[in-house]
């Protein structure tokens, strides 16, 4: 049984930071790709922030310069850096990662349970 367990949201104010973290645990051969997505009341779930197992990454836009994600592959831990955040950025975050199983030729989609991020004053 594979689990994504995210820490880190909750309640910052504007131009604050706060750092997201997730780890993959269980029966794992190997986790490739791992990111972050995100989700306000309304909106569909998008696309933050994404690393290659390589270190390669890519970003939505709109958290260029302010966000930044790294991972640490020998904990199967991926991390988002939230700089600057504003009220825009609410939503509650998700990881996701693609995770190749022990005997498995295909690796498979997980995701964390997801954490609420609030920007207000």
């Known amino acids: 049984q594979v689990q994504l367990v995210e820490s880190g949201g909750g309640l910052v104010q504007p131009g604050g930071s706060l750092r997201l973290s997730c780890q993959a645990s269980g029966n794992i051969f190997r986790v490739n790709v791992m990111g972050w997505y995100r989700q306000a009341p309304g909106k569909q779930r998008e696309l933050v922030a994404a690393?290659?197992?390589?270190?390669?990454?890519n970003y939505v836009d709109s958290v260029k310069g302010r966000f930044t994600i790294t991972r640490d592959n020998a904990k199967n831990t991926v991390y988002l850096q939230m700089n600057t955040l504003k009220p825009a950025d609410t939503a509650v975050y998700y990881c996701?990662?693609?995770?190749?199983?022990?005997?498995?030729?295909?690796?498979?989609?997980?995701w964390g349970q997801g954490t609420q991020v609030t920007v207000s004053s």
């Open positions: 690393i290659t197992r390589g270190g390669s990454t």
């Open positions: 996701n990662a693609e995770i190749l199983l022990p005997g498995s030729y295909y690796s498979t989609i997980y």
